[in-house]
């Protein structure tokens, strides 16, 4: 990428670490949000509704290092009396998570039986399952997007910088995969952040944000 800079005659970027790269690389663009953020928004309806997962394999979270995040959920869907639905937002990479971690053992047995997973073919589906959440636990940069935008309250869970950004401006908890806490910790933490949706000022102020890469396609377009 570095080298690739050296042709680049304008650029923008989705988050302060990409765009501050750039810039000490000599190449520096303007700083916007991820494209996905012009997405329209929906309301919330979610008090009372299912927690949904975005979850996906990792190389970070292999055999017994998923029990905290599965303990931890487990006990905040007893508590909370929640439905958990498993939304693969990438469909083939994350399908079948569910039925892979209680193939291990790894899935407490009262868990499984709250759980589900559903199949959704555009954003605008996904939409509609996030704006009925009471919390969404994201490890997909888009699925925190989408959720957000939809109004649901969210944790990010981290194995990529760029969820650890989204995460920062959108000013909700982030969970980094490399530094797993306890389940009782994790499950204090998530249940504090149960029906409490995101700011709206700062999903308008995100979206406002990622107009600046249409205007720079415009401008070179236009030339």
Do not use: N
């Not at 810039?23 to 997405?39: I, N, Y």
């Not at 937002?89 to 569910?98: E, K, S």
């Not at 193939?103 to 589900?116: D, E, K």
């Amino acid at each position: 990428v570095r080298r690739l800079l050296t042709l680049v005659q304008d650029s923008s970027w989705r988050d302060p670490g990409s765009a501050a790269l750039a810039a000490a690389w000599g190449r520096p663009g303007q700083l916007g949000s991820d494209p996905v953020w012009s997405l329209a928004t929906r309301l919330w309806h979610g008090p009372g509704g299912p927690l949904v997962l975005c979850w996906r394999p990792t190389p970070l979270l292999e055999g017994e290092r998923w029990l905290p995040l599965l303990e931890a959920l487990d006990a905040v869907a007893a508590a909370a009396d929640r439905e958990v639905i498993w939304l693969p937002f990438h469909r083939d990479q994350d399908r079948g998570l569910l039925l892979e971690l209680d193939r291990q053992g790894l899935l407490p047995r009262r868990l499984a039986l709250r759980s589900r997973e559903q199949l959704v073919a555009t954003p605008e589906e996904a939409m509609e399952i996030f704006s009925g959440a009471c919390l969404v636990l994201s490890m997909r940069l888009h699925g925190l997007i989408v959720a957000a935008l939809a109004g649901a309250p969210l944790v990010a869970l981290s194995y990529d910088p760029k969820v650890q950004a989204a995460a920062g401006a959108l000013a909700c908890p982030c969970l980094d995969l490399e530094q797993v806490q306890d389940a009782r910790a994790l499950e204090q933490e998530w249940c504090q952040q149960l029906e409490k949706p995101p700011l709206p000022q700062v999903v308008e102020g995100l979206r406002e944000d990622s107009r600046v890469h249409r205007e720079l396609l415009r401008r070179w377009l236009g030339r």
